[in-house]
């Protein structure tokens, strides 16, 4: 009998505290490879902290996260129970978890190119001339050939967005990790950073993103997770979760996302008459 495939990110008994405040309070998920997984939920739920410590930005106070078969922030072999790892092993760690957050953290000094090629070139010490050529093939791949010379201050905060996940791809993880990347944009300059994300789904890339974009939740996500007060309420798959959630705190806030709250003059205001969750017309909150 075959074993089960392990999963790409596990994740077991997660607690992380602030001070007194408990952010994460064991929060238990595995993520297959080639996944994508989807995390809504309202803000301080603890979504953007999971993230971090799934890369240990942010150190974790207890549990286990593996990634493709390794521990991650803490070793827990040769019978000395809980080690930290070093910085030297974390960063080669980090190399395999591509990050990107809400706010592009570009070098301004930095044309987009120099930008992508940065980490590769000092950190993995790939030859220049071949992280150029990479470089370029991956701001090609975002739709951004053209912008290669051009600054930081030079480009729309879309385009920043697509040159901090090019940056990302260069170093060429095994997960991507995606942290509210479309929070900061205008609404005109969203679609051209999900579109990108959506090919990185197509190709089968595993990942997790935090975002409150639910139409685009819906179409890409392979499965939903809802978090609420540090806990996962519940999770499945978005045509489910969307349409009928089976727990009444998922079932609050994906209320608000059903179209029609508001009647129009002139059309049925009965709760009858409101559409389901899975609406077409679901919005960004």
Do not use: W
Not at 104 to 118: D, G, K, M, R, S
Not at 216 to 228: E, L, N, Q, S, T
Not at 269 to 275: C, E, G, R
Request: hydrophobic letters at 45%; one cysteine or more; aromatic letters at 6%.
């Amino acid at each position: 009998m075959n074993e089960p495939a392990q999963p790409m990110v596990m994740i077991r008994n997660l607690y992380k505290s602030f001070g007194t405040l408990e952010v994460l309070k064991g929060i238990d998920l595995d993520i297959a490879r080639g996944e994508v997984v989807v995390i809504i939920g309202p803000s301080g739920s603890g979504k953007s902290t999971l993230l971090s410590c799934i890369n240990f930005l942010e150190p974790f106070d207890s549990g286990i996260v593996k990634v493709d078969g390794r521990d991650v922030g803490f070793s827990n072999s040769g019978g000395l129970g809980r080690v930290r790892m070093s910085e030297r092993e974390l960063n080669t760690l980090r190399t395999r978890i591509g990050i990107v957050f809400q706010q592009y953290n570009l070098f301004p000094h930095l044309t987009a190119l120099q930008n992508v090629i940065e980490a590769p070139v000092h950190v993995k010490r790939l030859p220049r001339a071949e992280a150029i050529e990479r470089g370029c093939a991956l701001l090609a791949k975002v739709g951004l050939s053209a912008k290669a010379n051009a600054y930081p201050g030079e480009l729309s905060g879309g385009q920043q967005q697509r040159v901090a996940i090019a940056r990302a791809l260069a170093m060429e993880p095994t997960l991507m990790l995606f942290d509210e990347v479309t929070s900061a944009l205008d609404p005109e300059l969203v679609g051209e950073v999900l579109g990108v994300m959506r090919d990185l789904a197509a190709e089968g890339m595993t990942m997790l993103i935090v975002t409150h974009e639910m139409a685009f939740a819906r179409d890409v996500a392979d499965r939903v997770v809802f978090m609420d007060g540090g806990v996962v309420v519940e999770q499945g798959p978005p045509g489910r979760m969307f349409s009928t959630p089976s727990e009444p705190r998922t079932q609050t806030f994906l209320a608000k996302f059903i179209a029609g709250t508001t009647p129009k003059a002139g059309s049925v205001s009965s709760p009858a008459a409101q559409p389901r969750i899975a609406s077409p017309s679901i919005r960004r909150l």
